[in-house]
């Protein structure tokens, strides 16, 4: 945003007006925003108000949110995650060095299924799963692992449970630690599944994801390790939407101007969040955020709002951009 200094005897053109209106409009926008993440707040109907949402849940504050290709995260937030453009794993070469059970389920792009390795084991289990090839760029990783360790029997303290799991990478000589996805000990049973995107953005010859379950009482204890999926690839800067349904009543049958305001939690230059408003006939076409857009004046009123996020078009970070709200003021 930027603002005007208007000094006395100063003829500030339409430009250097609207920067410091878009500027005020914006604050109001967002400290709306703070109060709908704080609490629910009445918004007033008639064409009067904003309107948006705080994403304290899924659907919002206000419960307007009706689908969403954005993810949501429980921190309140939705982001556009980082993807893979195409899957690079299934023509590359299996790396099970332990014997995994139904290996291939691994590789196969359905997180239903997947490569299993079990034991029962009072001690050490190391297990790796993953892929080798001739040297290559790697953007992305996606991933889906699960460990359980389950003790019964035996001792009734000092189990000294660990699990471990990890992305490793392979240089052509040798594995090394690229991520640790998860590392918890507990003095009882334990399990975690771990899914996500790691971005590597860098040469490699090999991925796997690295297992270690540990168990030190004398007991039944049960070590299991599953590898859902484990995809890799060239990064997909694809965008992601997060739509809204408008009350009847909340805007003008011919609205015509519009300004949307977000609430940025995560940002990266070369990232952008545009917006826009539909029924079943009209569409303003996607605005910019924080500015005041002009469209070509509606028939009915809008029944939709659709908010966009845009990565930045190379390398984008995973989860940039991400919105905790939005809110538009609208006229005819």
């Known amino acids: 945003m930027t603002l005007k200094k208007i000094e006395q005897g100063d003829i ?6 609207m920067m410091n209106w878009n500027e005020l409009y914006t604050l109001t926008g967002l400290n709306l925003i703070r109060q ?10 008639a064409q009067m108000d904003w309107f948006g949402d705080a994403y304290v849940d899924d659907d919002g504050r206000k419960d307007t949110v009706s689908s969403a290709t954005a993810q949501y995260d429980t921190l309140n937030f939705y982001y556009s995650p980082v993807g893979i453009e195409s899957d690079q794993a299934s023509g590359d070469s299996t790396h099970d060095p332990d014997s995994f059970d139904n ?14 390795k079990t034991n029962d084991n009072d001690g050490t289990d190391v297990w790796e799963l993953g892929k080798t090839f001739n040297a ?10 699960y460990s359980s360790i ?34 918890y000990g507990e003095d009882a049973s334990i399990s975690q599944t771990v899914d996500g995107v790691y971005v590597l953005d860098k040469s490699v010859q090999g991925i796997r994801i690295y297992f270690s379950l540990s168990s030190g009482a004398d007991g039944f204890n049960d070590h299991t390790a599953r590898l859902y999926y484990l995809e890799y690839g060239d990064a997909s800067t694809s965008s992601k939407e997060i739509t809204h349904d408008i009350p009847a009543g909340t805007f003008s049958s011919t609205i015509s101007k519009t300004i949307g305001v977000p609430f940025i939690e995560d940002w990266e230059d070369g990232a952008d969040i545009q917006y826009k408003l539909t029924n079943s006939t009209e569409d303003s076409g996607w605005l910019n955020t924080n500015e005041v857009s002009e469209f070509t004046a509606f028939t009915a009123e809008p029944e939709t709002m659709i908010v966009k996020l845009i990565p930045k078009d190379s390398n984008p970070t995973a989860g940039f951009p991400s919105v905790k709200g939005f809110l538009v003021r609208g006229s005819d």
Not at 36 to 45: G, K, M, P, Q, S
Not at 103 to 114: I, K, L, M, P, R
């Open 136 to 145: 290559k760029n790697i953007d992305v990783i996606r991933y889906k692992a």
């Open 12 to 17: 500030p053109t339409g430009d250097e007006w």
């Open 150 to 183: 389950s003790v019964g029997g035996g001792s009734s303290s000092g189990f000294n449970s660990e699990i471990i799991m990890k992305i490793q990478t392979y240089n052509g000589s040798s594995w090394n630690d690229e991520e640790t996805l998860y590392d």
């Open 36 to 45: 709908l993440i704080d609490r629910d707040v009445d918004l007033a109907n």
């Open 103 to 116: 290996t291939s389920n691994a590789f196969d792009e359905d997180d239903g299924t997947y490569a299993d």
